[in-house]
């Protein structure tokens, strides 16, 4: 049905995204690095290649400092700006300070990745220390995991210490019996992380098939009763001494404009999306299963920063979910965020077909994602060289133009 739609509105023919698979190398092609501070550093990891097309342009804008030293931008990008091979990458490094030079950097790729097409991303990361730190975001940015993530600023903090050996980690996923949440407990098994799976005692077999699949355990039960924090906490207990990544992805949509929305339906989804992460970590914190060193990813939503006709509810929660990321990030805590935008799921199946078609098609990739674009995303977060990330929220939605 989608197709023929597209062409009689005259809308653009979608890229193919390409998607790491399994034995893929990480950077697939050549890398063209711009002077700079950590030039030498970036040689290093990503060796340069004679070659007139690229697959990665990567700029070091860390030095800039005034309105005018922005012309260094330009001369470096605009004689390569068609060297790209499709499904490429640009990255700017910047850094944390706050003036005008330094915010131009997003204005600058925000725009790049509506303008390069070809399933191009483009992301600008902000380094308050050494190269080292971010080694692990520009992997997962050059490589064919970020394939819908684009127009997007990472903050990469100071260098700290993983807790766990990458081989002994364990996770907590809610919500994993099916979409989002499956997917991310797939990607963590394929990463070596033993994975408990938890949903609500109605998804019991298919959260048994997820978990059988991964080899990790299912533990249901429902995260909006009363006692379900310490139920969780109890079990988690009798298993195991700590969790090193715990995946609030559990969510729910009761869809209705203000005025016709009923009590129950801003409790349930307040409840599921927000109330319960909450309550969940605060008790697996006072138990010990957690503490400064766990990954806590938080999954949003571009309604919760956009907001969205029919959602108050939702976009309450979700813009919630931010705001609960960021406050724990504050505290010292290793606490991010991602914001899906159009997924294909049975969430977003269940839209009528020409929102369901604009949705699709209002970003810059003009495609729906996959559940295992923001499942990727979280592993990145949850990677072992991710420690120096806290505070981020990243957007999976191939740059849609809602909230840009
Ligand atoms: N699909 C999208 O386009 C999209 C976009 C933005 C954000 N998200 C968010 O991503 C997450 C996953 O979405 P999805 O599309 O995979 O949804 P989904 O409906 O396919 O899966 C959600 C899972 O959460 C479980 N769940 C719901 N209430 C629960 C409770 N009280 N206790 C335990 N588990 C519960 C459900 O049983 C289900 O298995 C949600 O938080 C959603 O809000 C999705």
Redesign the pocket.
Known sequence: MGRPLVKRLGLPDPPQLKRWREGDPIVPGPVLISDGPHAAALRQLYPAADADRFHALIFDGTQLSTPESLRELYDFFHPVARSLTPNGRVIVLGTTEVNAAQQALDGFVRSVGKEFGRGTTAQLVRLSSSLEAARSTLDFLLSAKSAYVSGQTIAVGPPRESYSEPAGRVALV??A?????AEIARVFAREGVHVIC???PA?GQDLARVANQVRGEALQ????SADAPSRLATQLKSRRDRLDIVVH?????RDKTLAKMDPAQWDAVLG??LI?PIRVTETLLAQGLIDNGTRIIG?A???GIAGNRGQTNYAAS?AGVIGWVRSLAAQGFVANAVA????E????AKMPLFVREAGRRMNSMSQGGL?VDVAETVAWFAAPGSASLSGNVVRVCGQMLLGA
């Open positions: 809610t919500g019996a099916r979409g989002i949440g938890l949903d609500v998804a039960l429902d995260l909006t992805n559990a969510g729910i949509t599921v999306n319960a999954v939503s571009i309604a979700k899906p935008g159009f997924i799921t049975a969430m977003t559940p």
